[in-house]
DNA sequence: GCTTTTCCAGACGAATTTGGTCTGGTTCGC
DNA sequence: GCGAACCAGACCAAATTCGTCTGGAAAAGC
């Protein structure tokens, strides 16, 4: 009953490329570092969402990735489908799958539901909402780096230096 | 993001035992032959059911399984957190694990979001609103042996011969 | 007290999924 | 042409899932 790493990092990801004007063009590396990813996995998840069409890539040098539309109009249920394929809480639930009980259970019935609310709240959410409220968790981590080598065992997570809001 | 096939078995299991007047003891294998679960699997999982004080269990010749409460009094989401341990859709909002960034990560915040409507959705519905609507997958699978037989290609699942709903 | 029947506890293991890495390409700018 | 960057997929280790199996232990009945 967990997201998966990939759809994390994927939604972490396109955090860092919305936090910047529209159509900047970014390396996988520079994402990594803000967002505390692993290199070559963001790598991948990125080639699925551009197939999705919520990224573009650019090869070659001063090449990288770019978003392909406005961060509000990208809902988290979008970057999380590309990656993990579409929710599903049971394989009755499943297109492809399905089960021949479907009918007649009512834990089909109940799974459906539930998942049905998830979908909404993921529908709902736009990539722009996250980023809003986000802080790049490679700050985090660098702050708590260096406070430990000053002896202060807990940061107390000050206004957070984050760039300031594209003027729009 | 599915929910494990234990808790499936778990929550079809009990439809199967809320099917009978409330206290009635029975085996394992009779429970497993209506709603088509493997055997010694259903075993093991009324087991976590017992410990959570859903079930009770009953040793020595003539003893089985039967329900501890009335299905009305429990919940879907106490049985499936019996069996898979509390829904935690990221380690951040697992007790246990955690996560250092949780204080300022935007998804984190999302994904509590979901999670609670989940468990409001599983929380709400108790085994007796499952056993009101559910047709027991074994008979179903019965059936569809039989028609097939007779060659009739698709069952219309007609009103079923579930046993009447006890006079209380 | 012996036997039978049932659950109990946990070890065991195959199959699948997850969480990545690596390599050999391909495309682009220069 | 060269180097920088993505692309496509093979590959792999670890974890999890989905069970099975075995040797008990308790209860009932004789
Ligand atoms: S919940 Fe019911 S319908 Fe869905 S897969 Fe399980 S048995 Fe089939
Ligand atoms: S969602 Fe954010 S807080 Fe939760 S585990 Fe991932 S990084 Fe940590």
New interface residues.
Partial sequence: ????RAA?YG??GL?ALARRPLGEVVMIETLCAEE?IPNSFLGKILQSLAKAGIVKSARGSGGGFSLARTPTEVT?LEIIEAI?GP?????CLDEDLGC??S?????C???S??QE??R???GR?TLS???????P?GL??QA?NRSSETAAPVMP?DP?PVQPAPAS
């Fill in positions: 009953m967990q997201i998966t994390e939604v972490l955090t505390d988290a993990e929710i599903a809480f049971q394989r021949e009980h009918g007649g259970c009512a834990l019935a109940l799974l539901e539930a609310q998830v909404e709240v993921f959410t909402d996250l980023t809003g409220r986000h802080i968790n985090v981590r708590r997570l957070v």
